[in-house]
């Protein structure tokens, strides 16, 4: 367990030693930032308080997908165009846990930026409005962070798929533009698969994976029941990673 | 324990696609020595060396390692292993000490005095701190051999260390290496198609072609050749090499001689080849130089490869 954690603590350094970690931090800051200035000043928005912006702020949550599914798309696959896999693989570590570490520590940058966006709309709110006593605090925050929680939970759903693409095919490009492609247009995907057959559109998972209609009252597809889109979930993170090991640790290394 | 080998390869074989690469391999590598790894390109070298890292898996066999079936215990034998496969490609946005401290985590137990030790041992405290993206192929080459062995393995495989060095840094590698099993007592395994490299590294070489095991040599028998016990081959570059055959299969009418296009050879002792050098000049015979021929491992190596058809 101990070896897991000093594991993922080396692929850390490996993500924030290079510079485009960085421009994504400061450009998720600077967007976050800019809205609150464009929020504070435009007055038909009429938004009154730091927990409005938070809950508004969590619109840009997209940005942070995209920039997770970058990082799982390369965090394999580069290894092998680096060559540093032979290095990787030649140590006396089992090949489960360096994928094990390596699809960790590619959660802990999504769920690092997830709090910068969090903290970040906090701070930007306080400042631009300093009203914090609307509401019952506590309540809204919680919210807030079920919100997070159901939208990391959605994103885990595709950096998964991201991880295992990249696993099996070594291509960030591939990883990349297949897990974009489903992003983007999800909702067309659905309204096909529904046309051809309601039930294939019942079974794909990324018309459950966010769970954000089950709690904010907005309509959820098909009438849904929480405990069946669960399932979904789980069964599809379950087969994504299995591939991904399976394929990960029986691939002769030939780079 | 320390008279078994270091290595022991059991009838390993590996099937790529319905094809054998590797057929039937069985050596054992000897502790404290430089053991090469010859064979033409296409001959399995590499492929074996794959196997014996964990970066292949084993269609057939066992590899044992200090004793250790890796397959079963594959931690418990990398532990005991150091090594480089092909070029020592690093993290090149990183310096050389983060790569190391990289690779030290990843083992584990190692402490900070050892990673200035490797450092040191191969020379690079200068640059250590350096990115490797600034870094000379040679340097890489010695950062490269640093990561391998920071865990102080007992056998180290390098796989075509000598790929793309200028001839200084083969000499460089190469001394090196001989330090290192001499001084370090680590035993050494290189492959490599370059013959005369492996003669000037190795104590024993392993060929193999076409994935098979062709033979094992100590590169002392390599060098004695067939002729040791008249002594050493030489030859006689002469102006008239039919009659030179003539005049010395009068005086020596038991050895076998050879006449070439310039001359004739044939293998003697000390006296013999200047009593045969006074007789043919008496009989008027213009002998331009007298050369010995040492049967270098190329030749032995193309004798045994000789007339197979390459891949």
Redesign the interface.
């Known amino acids: 367990m101990f070896r897991i954690l000093k594991l993922i603590y080396i692929e850390n350094m490996k993500i924030y030693r290079r510079p485009r970690v960085w421009i994504m931090l400061a450009f998720l800051l600077l967007l976050n930032l800019a809205m609150g200035l464009v929020c504070r000043n435009v007055e038909s928005l009429n938004i009154q308080s730091m927990y409005t912006f938070m809950s508004i702020s969590i619109n840009i949550y997209p940005l942070i997908l995209i920039f997770a599914i970058v990082i799982a798309s390369d965090i394999v696959s580069s290894e092998f165009s680096w060559g540093t896999i032979k290095l990787l693989l030649t140590r006396p570590l089992k090949r489960w846990k360096v994928l094990v570490s390596k699809y960790l520590a590619m959660l802990l940058f999504a769920l690092f930026f997830s709090l910068v966006l969090f903290g970040c709309s906090g701070l930007v709110g306080y400042i631009l409005w300093e009203n914090v006593e609307d509401l019952k605090e506590q309540l809204v925050i919680s919210q807030m962070l079920l919100l997070y929680l159901l939208r990391f939970i959605d994103l885990i759903m595709y950096v998964t798929l991201t991880f295992m693409l990249s696993t099996v095919f070594l291509s960030s490009t591939l990883a990349i533009v297949v897990s974009m492609i489903l992003f983007m247009t999800k909702s067309y995907i659905i309204i096909i698969l529904d046309g051809i057959n309601p039930n294939l559109a019942k079974y794909f998972v990324y018309a459950h994976s966010n769970l954000t209609h089950f709690f904010d009252g907005t309509e959820t597809y098909n009438g849904g029941i929480l405990g069946f889109s669960l399932t979904l979930i789980i069964f599809h993170f379950v087969l994504f990673n299995l591939i991904s090991w399976y394929v990960f640790k029986k691939r002769d290394i030939s780079v | 324990m320390s008279e078994t080998p270091i290595l022991q390869i059991q009838n390993l074989s590996k099937q ?1 696609g319905g094809k054998t690469i590797i057929d039937n391999l069985t050596l054992d590598v000897p502790r404290g020595e430089v053991f090469g790894f010859l064979g033409p390109n296409g001959a399995g070298k590499t492929t074996t060396i ?1 196997m014996l ?5 084993i269609t057939q066999g066992k590899i044992i390692v200090n004793g250790i079936n890796l397959s079963t215990h ?6 005991h ?1 150091g ?1 480089i ?3 020592p ?6 310096t050389g000490y ?1 790569n190391l401290k ?2 030290s ?4 137990g190692i402490k900070k005095q050892r990673i200035h030790e490797v450092v040191e041992l191969v020379g690079l405290q200068n640059r250590i701190h350096d990115k490797v993206k600034r870094y000379s192929l040679g340097m890489r080459q010695r950062l490269g051999v640093a ?1 391998a062995l920071l ?1 102080k393995p007992a056998l180290l495989i390098l796989d075509e260390p000598t790929n793309g060095l200028d001839p200084a840094g083969i000499r460089e590698l190469r001394d090196y290496l001989r330090s290192l099993a001499k001084n370090e007592g680590i035993t050494i395994m290189v492959s490599s198609h370059l013959l005369t490299e492996m003669e000037l590294m190795c104590d024993r070489v392993a060929i193999i072609h076409h994935g098979k095991l062709v033979d094992i040599k100590l590169l002392k028998d390599i060098h004695k050749g067939e002729g040791q016990e008249f002594g050493n081959r030489l030859l006689f570059e002469v102006d008239q090499p039919a009659k030179s055959a003539e005049i010395i299969a009068v005086y020596l009418p038991e050895v076998r001689i050879e006449p070439t296009e310039t001359g004739v050879s044939l293998s003697l002792q000390r006296e013999q080849a200047a009593e045969i050098n006074l007789r043919l000049v008496q009989a008027g015979i213009k002998v331009y130089r007298i050369k010995e021929i040492t049967t270098s491992l190329e030749d032995s190596f193309l004798e045994m490869t000789r007339g197979e058809q390459i891949v």
């Open positions: 790529i794959r890292v964990g970066l292949m898996s594959f931690e418990k034998a990398m532990r292993i090594t496969v092909e070029n490609e690093m993290y090149k946005f990183m983060q990289h690779f985590l990843m083992m584990g990561q865990h």
